[in-house]
């Protein structure tokens, strides 16, 4: 399996613009993370899904930020406006389950900067 | 007060040496815990997890932990210059997944 993948690796884009990101999952893992990593505040949980289900979002920032997974092979995050505050590495994970036994499997992380 | 608290660090050791990694956590209702490893500019990928109290080994590897006391180590026995990385602690309460800032490793030749 090619792990999970990304795209795109890299994005700089100026405030104001819609910034898309794109995930798509190990085969056969039921749930989907979304993180944000910086230096300041580490690596934050922003949303995860279970079956295409969002079913915590609370780690979302704001209205700006917005996730959806159409099927079970595909998951975007989408920022719209994009501000310098949003620039940060984006990484996808997904897992067979929740339990720790179930490893999640980040994908290469999507670097943002906005400027 | 953050769900997570680890030392930023950086810690450096000796090869050869013991590297000791630590990390508290706020919610008592957490069940697994979890250390990954960062290198700079790559991905987290998991080293291991821990459920019970005491001790838990993987090769080089020791996860200790302590529900009483909100408290979650790792120990890394014969450190190598390959260790040289970001440690990154996870808990998992309620299905939610919080990590630490990390701490920062150097093994030095």
């Known amino acids: 399996d090619a792990g999970v993948i990304q795209s795109p690796r890299h994005e700089v884009t100026e405030m104001g613009q819609e910034v898309t990101l794109r995930c798509k999952p190990i085969s056969g893992h039921d749930y989907l993370f979304w993180y944000r990593q910086t230096m300041m505040r580490g690596l934050e949980l922003l949303i995860y899904f279970n079956n295409n289900v969002p079913i915590d979002d609370s780690g979302m920032p704001e209205d700006r930020f917005s996730a959806k997974m159409p099927n079970a092979s595909f998951s975007t995050l989408k920022i719209q406006p994009s501000e310098p505050r949003d620039s940060a590495v984006y990484f996808c994970?997904?897992?067979?389950?929740?339990?720790?036994?179930?490893?999640?499997?980040f994908g290469p992380g999507t670097r943002l900067t906005v400027l | 007060q953050k769900e997570v608290e680890q030392n930023s660090g950086p810690l450096s050791v000796p090869e050869g040496a013991i590297a000791s990694l630590n990390c508290t956590y706020s919610?008592?209702?957490?069940?697994?815990f979890f250390w990954y490893r960062q290198y700079s500019g790559k991905s987290p990928e998991l080293i291991m997890f821990i459920y019970s109290n005491g001790d838990k080994e993987d090769g080089r590897f020791t996860a200790q932990l302590n529900k009483a006391s909100q408290y979650v180590s790792l120990l890394i026995r014969d450190s190598q210059p390959s260790d040289s990385a970001t440690y990154l602690c996870?808990?998992?309460?309620?299905?939610?997944?919080?990590f630490g800032t990390g701490t920062s490793l150097t093994v030095i030749p």
């Open positions: 994970a997904s897992s067979i389950g929740t339990s720790g036994s179930n490893e999640q499997f």
């Open positions: 996870a808990v998992n309460p309620s299905n939610q997944f919080y």
């Open positions: 919610d008592r209702g957490s069940q697994s």
